[in-house]
């Protein structure tokens, strides 16, 4: 996989979450594998500028890092050029421009998909970034504004035209938010309206199958996962081995679990420090109990604990509660296994390829803006 001067072994990405995919989490996923690029959350290019401690907070990174993108927005060709020059003084790898969010708040300003309407203003942005820094620039962006508006393709042509270094397509549009399934057509045709860049393909991959069926029907040069990787951090060398060797790898375990839950608690408290680390760990703990089978009891502390102790004394007492739940060699009994819990929250049942592990979108920042 290449982006502009970098050369690396996967072709596995981390999506932007907001409010979730910060710097403890990418670390994790890193440590866990399979994955060599990340990205920040989205960030506004006038709080980086104005040194807003939230937004230096939100390009925070580590040694172990070596590839990451700082995700602008912005509307204001000055801003987002400046923002960028300040990305790359600080040493970061690239800068991605968010074309893709749908919210009020971005899209209001000119930012996120209402870069997908006016194709003129948004190349003479992108021109004036690519023009003044060195590292690569790369866009993310939807499929258009609504059905009637696919304008991601033509977009896409406009892009490379302007120094666009690759190009990461969510295959919905701005109307659709999150709801519907993807469109791999529309993926694909931004594949195939590109040269020489690659294109990288995003939305509910949340299984090894679905990756694949990705790949596949629109040739992509690469996918990117958001709510799958952080429901099941597991899931870029799963997906790596399982098109290896087409055999769908095993669950991490349980023990697994928990230790890379305690790891990514871990680096929350060294990174916000520990009242503050521990609240912001409430809502990611409550997803990797998604995968723990019963976790009723888990879940009634989940949402109080301020301390590692105190989270240390939660798990200790779920421990020995779920051990009810588990049969003579130590696995959860078949009816208590995640997949076979999984129905709960499927939507349609119809479809394995996605709906193994199909998950909701979280809450996060992007829901009160």
Known sequence: MRIGPYEFGSNLFLSPLAGYTNLPFRLVAREIGGLDWTTTDLVNARSLLEKNPRGLAMVRTAPAEKLLAVQLFGAIPEEMRDAALMVESMGIASVDINMGCPVPKVVGIGGGSAMMTELGKTAKLVRGMVDAVKIPVTAKMR??????????????????????????????TRAQ??????NLAGIRAVVESVKKIPVIGNGDVTTVEAAKKMFDETGCAGVSIGRGAFYNPWIFTHIHEYLKT??????????????????????MIEVFGEDHGCRLFRKPASWYAKRFGPAREFK??????????????????????????????????????????????????????????????????????
């Open 143 to 172: 499929l258009g504004w609504d059905a009637n508006n696919l304008t991601a393709p033509d977009l896409a042509a406009v892009l490379e035209d302007n120094g666009i270094a690759a190009i990461f397509v969510h295959g919905r």
């Open 177 to 182: 938010g999150f709801t519907g399934t993807v």
């Open 246 to 267: 087409g055999i769908v790898p095993a669950e991490a375990s349980y023990p697994a679990r928990a230790a890379v839950m305690r790891r990514h608690l871990e680096l």
């Open 300 to 369: 009634k502390g989940v949402t109080q604990f301020s301390t590692r102790a105190e989270f240390d004394e939660l798990l200790a007492r779920y421990e020995t509660w779920r051990a009810q739940f588990l049969d003579e060699t130590g696995e959860l009994k078949e009816q208590y296994r995640p997949a076979a819990m999984v129905a709960s929250f499927m939507r349609d049942p119809d479809d394995p390829v996605h709906t193994r592990d199909a998950i909701p979108v979280p809450k996060g920042p992007v829901d009160t803006w």
